[in-house]
């Protein structure tokens, strides 16, 4: 494991060492070049030498930004094949990209000959990774977005788009490798943790319902980010239609993947209407203690994220650790019954990254549980890391949450969890024994409060459940949908219907959720990334 001490680099150093040619000569004056000479966030660079007689077979060069241990602490390595290389998916990391190159030598000792750095287009405190959350009060929107910055935040916003006249400042907060629960996300080096810059958070309150509200985050001395635009919340009790974007299980994983989903759901938001809200049941960057996949997740949403509000919760790979739970920001007793899999695949994190980077209403517990009404439905997002056996604290929120809801206001009630309560997935023998417990243990409410629809991920497939209650197709029940195919992996195992009869459509495929809700009904589809075709569809009535 890579050790070593984070040092903030000095701005007047980071200046300088942005002049676009600069090459710092190693022993045999070997003289790097970057083209282009400047990078893009989330561009490609192509590194090549001068005055070098031969390359030699064994013959590399690295990719670093910021800080680094040691020379084999680096981002990126191209074994040198050709007279040059190419670094792609080069994100804002708020440090200067740098490039060596070395020379492998006769004791295993390899030896720096040239570097380069290479700076990027924009200012490390560009505003950047904008999205939009809920707060508690209906006529409010939170955008946060990152930054190298320590200036206060602020946001422009107004009902139209030349005239941003209401302005808001708000905070900033960050995290350490050391807030988090343990290795590897509590080690330092460019693949583990690195500085994760701020993250500035601003409230824009008063909005009118239902609105369309032009806004603009930064501020003046770090610049602003372009002009975006969202739908404020309804009043409570409005009848509007609701439209809704739906996964699980994102991750980075080179393209189409998770692009294509954000692809897709940009077209939905943009063309569609569909501009209520986003919910992302866990699973969300796979970062895992590698901090730069958060950076590049954020930069993955940012496009549909600036324009819905992006509600995520927890799951397993955000949560899931076995020590240090001293560290855990849910600060609850951690989850191990002893019919789970509930082990370390957070890779340490424990939420932290989490809580720091994305908003929630509190009327639960912080990020880890919440509901929120929004016109038509009522919206509970809980954790399936966190005890929900009846007794917990979770349970006897959920219940008490659910006994309040005024369904003559709300007729709709929408559960997510990133575990599903419902699969037949083969192949997924230890999730599939606690779903059965997760089933046993949250079933019974919905049930009791006429659940209409639950929503999972963490199979990376989709499914689809007929109303069910205790494993039996029912005329009154909740229907179930895992849509954990948003990016990651997909299942290798196709379904059985030995382990549900209930199961009426599943498919091993990319895809994404996207629903409409009005009064009297509910109408949901499947959309496959491959082809934005509606690979299956339903229809829900309400169900008091
Ligand atoms: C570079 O070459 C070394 C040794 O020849 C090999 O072990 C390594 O996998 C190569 N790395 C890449 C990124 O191609
Ligand atoms: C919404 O519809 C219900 C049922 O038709 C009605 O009672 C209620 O007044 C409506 N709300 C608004 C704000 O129009
Ligand atoms: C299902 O709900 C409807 C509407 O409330 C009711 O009329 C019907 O009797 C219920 N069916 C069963 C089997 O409980």
């Known amino acids: 494991m890579i050790r070593m001490t984070l040092m903030l680099i000095p701005m007047a150093m980071a200046r300088m060492r942005e002049s676009p040619w600069s090459s710092v000569e190693g022993p045999l004056g070997l003289t790097l070049v970057a083209a282009p000479p400047v990078i893009q966030d989330g561009g490609e660079v192509i590194i090549s030498w001068k005055n070098l007689d031969q390359e030699h077979p064994n013959d590399y060069v690295t990719l670093t930004c910021g800080p680094t241990a040691d020379k084999n ?12 290389v190419q670094f792609d998916d080069l994100y804002m990391l708020r440090c200067p990209y740098e490039a060596h190159y070395y020379r492998y030598g006769k004791d295993g000792e390899s030896q720096l000959l040239g ?19 809920f707060t508690d009060a209906i006529d409010e929107m939170v955008i946060m977005y990152n930054s190298a910055s320590t200036q206060t935040p602020q946001v422009k916003f107004g009902t139209t788009s ?4 209401n302005i808001r400042s708000g905070k900033s907060t960050t995290y350490k490798a050391s807030d988090m629960c343990h290795e590897p996300a509590t080690t330092i080096g460019q693949k583990f943790f690195r500085s994760p810059g701020y993250f500035h958070s601003v409230v824009m309150d008063g909005l009118v319902p239902l609105s369309e509200y032009f806004y603009q985050y930064g501020n003046d001395l770090d610049g602003w980010s372009a002009i975006r635009s969202f739908i404020s919340r309804p009043a409570l009790g409005d009848n509007t239609t609701i439209s809704f974007i739906a996964y699980a299980d994102m991750g980075v994983d080179d393209s189409p993947r998770g692009w294509s989903t954000s692809l897709r759901v940009f077209e939905d938001v943009v063309n569609k209407d569909y501009n209520s809200f986003l919910l992302h049941f866990g699973d969300i960057s796979y970062a895992r203690g590698v901090g730069y996949m958060w950076d590049k997740y954020f930069a993955l949403i940012e496009p549909v994220a600036t324009r819905i509000p992006y509600l995520v919760s927890i799951g397993n790979h ?3 650790y076995i020590s240090g739970g001293e560290h855990d920001p849910s600060h609850l007793e951690s989850f191990h019954p002893s019919w789970g899999n509930y082990g370390a695949d957070s890779s340490g994190e424990c939420g932290v990254p989490m809580v720091h980077r994305f908003h929630a209403p509190s009327n639960g517990r912080g990020l880890f549980w919440y509901s929120f009404e929004y016109g038509l439905a009522t919206v509970i997002q809980m954790s399936s890391e966190h005890n929900f056996l009846p007794g917990s604290l979770q349970h006897s929120w959920l219940q008490a949450t659910l006994a309040g809801i005024d369904r003559t206001r709300t007729p709709w009630i929408i559960l997510t969890a990133h575990r599903m309560m419902y699969t037949t997935q083969m192949g997924e023998e230890e999730d599939l024994r606690v779903s059965l417990h997760f089933r046993a243990a949250v079933e019974p409410l919905l049930q009791q409060y006429k659940v ?5 991920g963490h199979q990376h497939s989709y499914e689809r459940s007929c109303p069910v209650y205790q494993g039996k197709c029912v005329e ?3 229907v179930h949908m895992v849509v954990g195919s948003a990016g990651a992996e997909l299942e290798q195992q196709g379904f059985s219907d030995q382990i549900g009869e209930w199961s009426v459509s599943h498919i091993n495929a990319f895809g994404y959720l996207r629903g409409h ?9 499947f959309v496959l990334n491959t082809n934005g075709n509606v690979y299956d569809q339903v229809e829900l009535r309400p169900w008091q």
Do not use: A, W, Y
């Open 162 to 165: 030349h005239n941003l006249n």
């Open 517 to 525: 809700i009005s009064r009297t009904k509910m109408h949901l589809e």
């Open 318 to 320: 955000e949560f899931d």
């Open 452 to 456: 209409n629809l639950v929503l999972t």
């Open 73 to 84: 602490d680096f981002l990126q390595l191209r074994n040198v094949s050709s007279h040059f």
């Open 476 to 478: 009154n029940g909740t």
């Open 115 to 133: 570097s380069i750095s290479i700076p990027m287009v924009d200012s490390f405190n560009t505003p950047k990774q904008g999205h939009l959350g």
